[in-house]
């Protein structure tokens, strides 16, 4: 926000333009008021005010002097900064030439059109022409004030004009248009604008912008009108517009946003047509603005149609050596479901991809569709046959600024001289999406030089792949917690991860650095080194103290789509400590230092449709780590887990989770901080370690080489609004942890499973994740540790 301080008694200030002078009386310039009229030949002194415009002239009429007789003399005045033969270069009529009065305008309109002089006009004295100039003047400097939301950055960057050139109307006009439609796209369209002078020495201006913002403009209402099949709510949540409400202070969906609205216009035709409604249409979208400029009143008006089912499915295939047969189980569109139009998209894609692997790189894949309006079924025949033969010529990238053209060119599944293929320009869309560096990608493809050429445009928009984040929050497992982190995840527009985290609470503290590169020596490799230091209070569940100090240097590569492994090398010291002396003894006996040196791999196979929320899909993943190259430790260790997840309906997701590991020690026993311990988050209802073997003389939690854990479990909304994130689940976990190291009279050590279920809520809260469960065990030994509530808080701010 800049200032003009106004310390001269003698500056005059003039407003220059308004938003509400959108439609000038007669007479005015827009958003300008009257003109003024022309002032004396003499240049501008202080407390003159700026220079004014008007009309040209030339006297005795506009334009109009008296003929008859030849031009002996062309004289200038009233220039100051520009020099007459400047000057008398725009004119079209010069000394010698005979008095014209169409040339003499047209010498008018040239001058006025250089964008130099305020007003001009042309008189005849005698033989003489004389030709008098205001200029316009010059901008000192250009100041905002007002703008909260824009910053002078943004709005210098919108404006034509700037500092140390002429100043005209027509401009500042522009530039008065420009502001206000930059705070419309920022969903303010009650924003005003005032553009002011200030009046200098020698003919100069300061020019202000005076920003009213108002506020941000929101939606009201969203109606639906000829909606009868779904509820007003349900099609509320399928488009991307909101209405305002207290709580929408970390969104901009309910700002008016005429691009947004262009978007609902085709969620909601996709919508309609998964639904069946194959002859739905969005007549209109028309946003209304209140009176008091305070919100819009969004209204959709459609025509639903009538609901289809699928009739007869059928594939007609024109290539040489594939058989239909083994194509027609790979459509997803079955006879007698309901039609669904991402169905048929679904299935060209498989059978693309199919005939892709086949060597078939130029495949055209037609449906051709019958409706049968009497009995609402739609007939769908999968034409299959060769496309024409084109290459990929060039792939165009835009928009990254900061991001490397390689960053994006290597998640591509096709290269310049490619053949072409969709369903690769799709999954490439998918992958650069998963980056993560890019708020919008779009890829797209164009006609190249030849017919048999297309040209693969990639258009990008950065988004901030910095963090920087501190937190406070709480845990039951390590109570009160704050932890502080700094995260890049495209250093240098490379692509590079790097991230330095600190976290310190009741029971833990943490220090961690990782750094990954993707692409290591260029190729499909992801090469990383991690860090760590940690200290952990576990006198709670075994009466001791741990630290450990250590590092690990890893080397991931995709083995296919979706299969990947990571091979890992790990060197570390754990110390044990602080034992308490009414701890177990076979606690007491596994106090001191060791040094772990251990490789291992992970294999994962990954077919979820999002790693961080999956709604849909499955993964496997088997992680081995061998201790003993070296080191006081040998040991070999397993651990598998997979989950599966279908979603019944929008929000509702069944997951089943499993997980399963041993442990045993090589010429060796397993040390306490390489056993595996179960209870809390992998088995809620049950304490932190809460199951498995124990010293039931003290109570304290000994470990085990054998575990297993699963979790069935529901999610499913709770009818709030989508957008704040909070959903429910109901879950039933079980699990067991037996194979105790150390055997005795006080040892128990029991292979019987524990089962327990409950409730949960979770709230993906802009301050940081939120989860509540309730869990009751169902099935327990009677030295378990309970745990009926368990809550996780965190924010960052």
């Given at each position: 926000?800049?200032?003009?301080?106004?310390?001269?008694?003698?500056?005059?200030?003039?407003?220059?333009?308004?938003?509400?002078?959108?439609?000038?009386?007669?007479?005015?310039?827009?958003?300008?008021?009257?003109?003024?009229?022309?002032?004396?030949?003499?240049?501008?002194?202080?407390?003159?005010?700026?220079?004014?415009?008007?009309?040209?002239?030339?006297?005795?009429?506009?334009?109009?002097?008296?003929?008859?007789?030849t031009i002996r003399e062309v004289r200038i005045e009233g220039g100051e900064r520009v020099e007459p033969e400047t000057i008398r270069s725009y004119l079209v009529i010069q000394p010698g030439d005979p008095f014209d009065n169409e040339r003499i305008d047209r010498s008018l309109k040239a001058l006025f059109a250089t964008g130099l002089f305020a007003d001009v006009a042309i008189r005849r004295e005698g033989d003489g022409l004389v030709v008098r100039v205001v200029e316009n003047p010059i901008i000192n400097r250009i100041a905002f004030e007002g703008n909260r939301k824009l910053s002078d950055n943004q709005l210098n960057a919108e404006v034509q004009l700037k500092p140390r050139t002429v100043f005209t109307r027509t401009k500042v006009q522009g530039d008065v248009k420009r502001i206000l439609e930059l705070y419309r796209r920022n969903g303010r369209f009650a924003a005003t604008v005032d553009a002011k002078l200030i009046k200098l020495p020698q003919n100069r201006i300061d020019l202000v912008f005076e920003i009213d913002e108002g506020a941000s403009t929101g939606i009201k209402t969203i109606n639906f009108i000829g909606a009868h099949q779904f509820t007003v709510s349900r099609l509320k949540?399928?488009?991307?517009?909101?209405?305002?409400?207290?709580?929408?202070?970390?969104?901009?969906?309910?700002?008016?946003?005429?691009?947004?609205?262009?978007?609902?216009?085709?969620?909601?035709?996709?919508?309609?047509?998964?639904?069946?409604?194959?002859?739905?249409?969005?007549?209109?979208?028309?946003?209304?603005?209140?009176?008091?400029?305070?919100?819009?009143?969004?209204?959709?008006?459609?025509?639903?149609?009538?609901?289809?089912?699928?009739?007869?499915?059928?594939?007609?295939?024109?290539?040489?050596?594939?058989?239909?047969?083994?194509?027609?189980?790979?459509?997803?569109?079955?006879?007698?479901?309901?039609?669904?139009?991402?169905?048929?998209?679904?299935?060209?894609?498989?059978?693309?991809?199919?005939?892709?692997?086949?060597?078939?790189?130029?495949?055209?894949?037609?449906?051709?569709?019958?409706?049968?309006?009497?009995?609402?079924?739609?007939?769908?025949?999968?034409?299959?046959?060769?496309?024409?033969?084109?290459?990929?010529?060039?792939?165009?990238?835009?928009?990254?600024?900061?991001?490397?053209?390689?960053?994006?060119?290597?998640?591509?599944?096709?290269?310049?001289?490619?053949?072409?293929?969709?369903?690769?320009?799709?999954?490439?869309?998918?992958?650069?999406?998963?980056?993560?560096?890019?708020?919008?990608?779009?890829?797209?493809?164009?006609?190249?030089?030849?017919?048999?050429?297309?040209?693969?445009?990639?258009?990008?928009?950065?988004?901030?792949?910095?963090?920087?984040?501190?937190?406070?929050?709480?845990?039951?497992?390590?109570?009160?917690?704050?932890?502080?982190?700094?995260?890049?995840?495209?250093?240098?527009?490379?692509?590079?991860?790097?991230?330095?985290?600190?976290?310190?609470?009741?029971?833990?503290?943490?220090?961690?650095?990782?750094?990954?590169?993707?692409?290591?020596?260029?190729?499909?490799?992801?090469?990383?080194?991690?860090?760590?230091?940690?200290?952990?209070?576990?006198?709670?569940?075994?009466?001791?103290?741990?630290?450990?100090?250590?590092?690990?240097?890893?080397?991931?590569?995709?083995?296919?789509?979706?299969?990947?492994?990571?091979?890992?090398?790990?060197?570390?010291?754990?110390?044990?400590?602080?034992?308490?002396?009414?701890?177990?003894?076979?606690?007491?006996?596994?106090?001191?230092?060791?040094?772990?040196?251990?490789?291992?791999?992970?294999?994962?196979?990954?077919?979820?449709?999002?790693?961080?929320?999956?709604?849909?899909?499955?993964?496997?993943?088997?992680?081995?780590?061998?201790?003993?190259?070296?080191?006081?430790?040998?040991?070999?260790?397993?651990?598998?887990?997979?989950?599966?997840?279908?979603?019944?309906?929008?929000?509702?997701?069944?997951?089943?989770?499993?997980?399963?590991?041993?442990?045993?020690?090589?010429?060796?026993?397993?040390?306490?901080?390489?056993?595996?311990?179960?209870?809390?988050?992998?088995?809620?209802?049950?304490?932190?370690?809460?199951?498995?073997?124990?010293?039931?003389?003290?109570?304290?939690?000994?470990?085990?080489?054998?575990?297993?854990?699963?979790?069935?479990?529901?999610?499913?909304?709770?009818?709030?609004?989508?957008?704040?994130?909070?959903?429910?689940?109901?879950?039933?976990?079980?699990?067991?942890?037996?194979?105790?190291?150390?055997?005795?009279?006080?040892?128990?050590?029991?292979?019987?499973?524990?089962?327990?279920?409950?409730?949960?809520?979770?709230?993906?809260?802009?301050?940081?994740?939120?989860?509540?469960?309730?869990?009751?065990?169902?099935?327990?030994?009677?030295?378990?540790?309970?745990?009926?509530?368990?809550?996780?808080?965190?924010?960052?701010?």
């Amino acid at each position: 926000m800049g200032s003009i301080r106004r310390a001269a008694v003698a500056a005059t200030v003039v407003v220059l333009a308004s938003i509400e002078a959108l439609s000038p009386a007669a007479g005015q310039t827009p958003g300008l008021g009257p003109r003024p009229p022309a002032q004396p030949a003499a240049g501008p002194g202080p407390g003159v005010g700026p220079a004014p415009q008007s009309q040209p002239s030339a006297e005795p009429g506009p334009g109009i002097v008296q003929t008859g007789g030849t031009i002996r003399e062309v004289r200038i005045e009233g220039g100051e900064r520009v020099e007459p033969e400047t000057i008398r270069s725009y004119l079209v009529i010069q000394p010698g030439d005979p008095f014209d009065n169409e040339r003499i305008d047209r010498s008018l309109k040239a001058l006025f059109a250089t964008g130099l002089f305020a007003d001009v006009a042309i008189r005849r004295e005698g033989d003489g022409l004389v030709v008098r100039v205001v200029e316009n003047p010059i901008i000192n400097r250009i100041a905002f004030e007002g703008n909260r939301k824009l910053s002078d950055n943004q709005l210098n960057a919108e404006v034509q004009l700037k500092p140390r050139t002429v100043f005209t109307r027509t401009k500042v006009q522009g530039d008065v248009k420009r502001i206000l439609e930059l705070y419309r796209r920022n969903g303010r369209f009650a924003a005003t604008v005032d553009a002011k002078l200030i009046k200098l020495p020698q003919n100069r201006i300061d020019l202000v912008f005076e920003i009213d913002e108002g506020a941000s403009t929101g939606i009201k209402t969203i109606n639906f009108i000829g909606a009868h099949q779904f509820t007003v709510s349900r099609l509320k949540g399928v488009v991307s517009t909101r209405e305002s409400r207290w709580y929408r202070f970390f969104s901009s969906d309910d700002i008016y946003d005429p691009d947004r609205l262009t978007y609902d216009r085709e969620l909601l035709r996709k919508f309609y047509l998964a639904e069946g409604y194959a002859d739905f249409r969005v007549i209109s979208a028309v946003a209304e603005l209140a009176p008091a400029r305070d919100g819009f009143y969004i209204t959709f008006t459609i025509e639903e149609g009538a609901r289809y089912k699928f009739g007869k499915i059928d594939l007609v295939n024109q290539l040489k050596d594939v058989q239909p047969d083994t194509l027609k189980p790979l459509l997803t569109t079955k006879p007698g479901a309901r039609y669904n139009a991402d169905e048929v998209e679904n299935s060209i894609n498989k059978l693309t991809d199919a005939l892709g692997n086949r060597g078939f790189a130029f495949v055209d894949i037609q449906p051709k569709v019958t409706r049968h309006a009497d009995n609402r079924t739609i007939d769908v025949v999968y034409e299959v046959k060769e496309g024409p033969r084109v290459y990929v010529e060039r792939i165009n990238i835009t928009g990254n600024v900061r991001t490397l053209d390689r960053v994006i060119r290597r998640e591509f599944r096709l290269v310049e001289g490619d053949a072409f293929n969709s369903a690769k320009m799709r999954r490439s869309q998918q992958r650069v999406r998963n980056l993560g560096f890019f708020k919008k990608v779009d890829v797209t493809n164009d006609p190249g030089s030849a017919p048999d050429k297309t040209v693969v445009n990639v258009a990008v928009e950065e988004q901030s792949t910095g963090e920087f984040s501190v937190g406070v929050g709480f845990s039951t497992t390590d109570g009160p917690l704050a932890d502080i982190s700094i995260r890049e995840r495209n250093l240098l527009g490379r692509g590079q991860d790097l991230r330095l985290g600190f976290t310190i609470a009741q029971r833990v503290q943490q220090l961690d650095f990782s750094f990954t590169e993707p692409y290591f020596l260029d190729r499909n490799m992801a090469a990383g080194v991690d860090a760590f230091a940690l200290t952990r209070n576990q006198q709670t569940e075994s009466q001791f103290d741990q630290q450990s100090v250590g590092g690990s240097f890893r080397l991931g590569y995709q083995i296919s789509e979706a299969l990947r492994q990571t091979l890992k090398y790990t060197l570390r010291q754990d110390r044990i400590y602080n034992v308490a002396t009414t701890a177990s003894l076979f606690i007491q006996e596994e106090a001191g230092t060791r040094v772990t040196s251990s490789v291992g791999q992970v294999l994962l196979y990954d077919k979820r449709d999002s790693p961080k929320d999956p709604t849909e899909g499955y993964y496997l993943q088997l992680a081995t780590d061998a201790a003993g190259l070296g080191g006081d430790v040998r040991y070999l260790r397993n651990v598998v887990t997979g989950g599966y997840f279908y979603p019944f309906a929008p929000q509702w997701v069944l997951s089943l989770l499993g997980e399963a590991g041993d442990i045993f020690g090589l010429s060796d026993t397993v040390r306490i901080e390489d056993r595996f311990f179960v209870g809390g988050d992998n088995l809620r209802g049950f304490a932190t370690a809460g199951i498995g073997p124990r010293d039931t003389k003290t109570g304290d939690a000994l470990g085990g080489r054998v575990y297993y854990t699963g979790t069935v479990q529901l999610g499913f909304p709770l009818g709030l609004p989508q957008e704040l994130g909070i959903t429910g689940r109901v879950f039933t976990d079980f699990g067991s942890l037996f194979g105790a190291v150390e055997t005795g009279a006080h040892v128990a050590d029991f292979k019987t499973i524990r089962v327990s279920s409950g409730a949960g809520v979770s709230w993906a809260s802009p301050l940081g994740p939120i989860r509540l469960d309730l869990g009751l065990p169902l099935v327990r030994q009677s030295f378990d540790k309970k745990e009926l509530f368990r809550i996780s808080f965190g924010t960052r701010f």
